[in-house]
Nanobody
Framework: QVQLVVSGGGLVQTGGSLRLSCAAS????????MGWFRQAPGKEREFVAA????????YYTDSVKGRYTISRDNTKNTVYLQMDSLKPEDTAVYYC?????????????????WGQGTQVTVSS
C-alpha cells in the first residue's frame, strides 16, 4: 500500500508560480513512477506530468510544456511539480499519483495510488 500526501497549492495571480509537493510512504518510493493530474469543475481528470522512477523521461501534456517542471528526490520520498507562468486555465484541483508499472499511460484510470488533491487557483 502507498500513501501520498500532497502539500502546496493556493491562490496566485496570472504569471505567478507555485510548487506542489507529494510525499510517499508505505512502499518503495524509488521504484514508483510518479505523476500529476488535475481536474477542473465539470471536466474529466487530465494528465499533467509524469516521471519515471529513475528520474528519467519527464513527460508533460502540451499545455504545460515549458512552464511546469516535474522532479523527484528519492532520498526524501517526494515528487515535486514546479508551476511557473501560471494562467487562469491552470485552475484545478491537482492530484499526485503513483503507478507500479513503468509502462507509460496518461489515463487516470490506470494509475494505482492517489493523493488527496490540492486546489490551485490562478486569478486573472
Amino acid at each position: 500500500q502507498v500513501q501520498l500526501v500532497v502539500s502546496g497549492g493556493g491562490l496566485v495571480q496570472t504569471g505567478g508560480s507555485l510548487r506542489l509537493s507529494c510525499a510517499a510512504s508505505g512502499s518503495t518510493f524509488s521504484r514508483l513512477n510518479m505523476g500529476w493530474f488535475r481536474q477542473a469543475p465539470g471536466k474529466e481528470r487530465e494528465f499533467v506530468a509524469a516521471i519515471h522512477w529513475s528520474g528519467a523521461n519527464p513527460y508533460y501534456t502540451d499545455s504545460v510544456k515549458g512552464r511546469y517542471t516535474i522532479s523527484r528526490d528519492n532520498t526524501k520520498n517526494t515528487v515535486y511539480l514546479q508551476m511557473d507562468s501560471l494562467k487562469p486555465e491552470d485552475t484545478a484541483v491537482y492530484y499526485c499519483a503513483a503507478k507500479l508499472s513503468s509502462i507509460f499511460e496518461t489515463s487516470y484510470r490506470v494509475w494505482d495510488y492517489w493523493g488527496q488533491g490540492t486546489q490551485v487557483t490562478v486569478s486573472s
